[in-house]
């Protein structure tokens, strides 16, 4: 008879081992399964800050090219009309003297001259 009472025993033991493994499993999925959705939250909260902060710069780059691009704009049509009346002021100044407008770009033109057979000497020295 002691033989069946050990073998029960045996068994009882073996299922109550297996019962607590198979509890332990359980346990350890469900924790596992907490872990990983709080994982996959942080990261879609990560992404949807991330998202944020891009749109932000993306939208700051964009207003600041435009601030570029009209500076730029706004100094391209200053500097045309600098030179409109630039054009005009010098084309009065020929009108009223022009002896002395000639006199001027003749000297104008000799200083050029002398400038590029300066540098034309120094560079054949080279």
């Given amino acids: 008879m002691t033989t069946p009472s050990i073998n029960t025993t045996i068994e009882n033991a073996t299922d109550t081992a297996a019962q ?7 346990a350890t999925q469900r924790v596992a399964n907490r872990t990983m959705d709080k994982v996959a939250d942080t990261v879609d909260e990560a992404r949807t800050q991330a998202e ?5 710069l993306s939208g700051d780059a964009e207003r600041m090219m435009r601030r570029g691009v009209d500076k730029v704009r706004d100094g391209s049509h ?3 009309e600098q030179a409109l009346r630039a054009t005009d002021s010098t084309a ?4 009223h003297e022009p002896v002395k407008a000639l006199l001027i770009a003749a000297a ?3 200083a050029l001259m002398a400038l590029i057979t300066i540098g034309s000497r120094s560079s054949t020295r080279d």
């Fill in 20 to 26: 607590a493994t198979d509890q332990l499993v359980r």
């Fill in 52 to 56: 944020g902060a891009m749109n932000r």
């Fill in 78 to 80: 200053q500097l045309r």
């Fill in 92 to 95: 009065a100044y020929v009108k």
């Fill in 108 to 110: 104008v033109g000799a």
